[in-house]
């Protein structure tokens, strides 16, 4: 179903690219937009245990084609370093490929909104955290991302270091 990597001495262990999913703070987001035009866009997220959640308006383009379409895929950028004299990049990237949902419960969503909060404010306390959750409780949206599919890739000048 998922096509190999032709490249395998630059494919990434899984165990790189969850290293890789945990570490890093944004990615971009594909989904089937309007019209079938593709609609990448770039977000915030955290991964939980095989999972990628990010939140959005109620309203808007992403939720529309998620709620049409739950095949996503979201790639992350790791290392983009240009080395201009050796007319190449060294990098490093991941592409999940996966179905995006929108939790139901007060539970999941709860439990979503806390991961991003305590990830991206990790010395705020709990109450902090309750009070800034329930400020926007109201007004975003959750989206869980369930991976499906993993592959990583870095350039062979990477490999070979």
């Known amino acids: 179903m998922f096509r190999e990597m032709k490249r395998k001495r630059q494919q990434l262990s899984d165990e790189k690219?969850?290293?890789i999913l945990k570490k890093c703070t944004s990615g971009v987001l594909a989904v089937s937009g309007d019209d079938g035009y593709p609609y990448a866009v770039p977000l915030s997220?955290?991964?939980?245990?095989?999972?990628?959640?990010f939140h959005c308006a109620k309203q808007?383009?992403?939720l529309d084609a998620i709620v049409r379409n739950e095949k996503v895929s979201f790639c992350i950028i790791e290392q983009d370093h240009i080395m201009?004299?050796?007319?190449?990049?060294?990098?490093?990237?991941?592409?999940?490929f996966g179905?995006?949902?929108?939790?139901?419960?007060?539970?999941?969503?709860?439990?979503?909104?806390?991961?991003?909060?305590e990830k991206y404010s990790p010395d705020k306390t709990p109450e902090e955290?309750?009070?800034?959750?329930?400020?926007?409780r109201n007004t975003l949206c959750m989206i869980e991302l369930t991976i499906e599919h993993i592959t990583g890739k870095e350039s062979i000048e990477l490999v070979e270091q």
Do not use: M, Q, W
């Not at 997220?45 to 959640?53: E, M, P, Q, R, S």
């Not at 179905?99 to 909060?117: M, T, V, Y």
């Not at 955290?129 to 926007?136: G, L, P, V």
């Open 45 to 53: 997220y955290v991964y939980d245990n095989g999972k990628i959640y």
């Open 84 to 96: 201009p004299d050796k007319f190449t990049t060294y990098y490093r990237s991941v592409i999940v």
């Open 17 to 19: 690219c969850i290293d």
């Open 60 to 62: 808007g383009h992403k």
């Open 99 to 117: 179905r995006a949902r929108i939790p139901d419960s007060r539970e999941e969503i709860f439990s979503a909104i806390r991961k991003l909060s």
């Open 129 to 136: 955290h309750n009070a800034e959750i329930e400020r926007f």
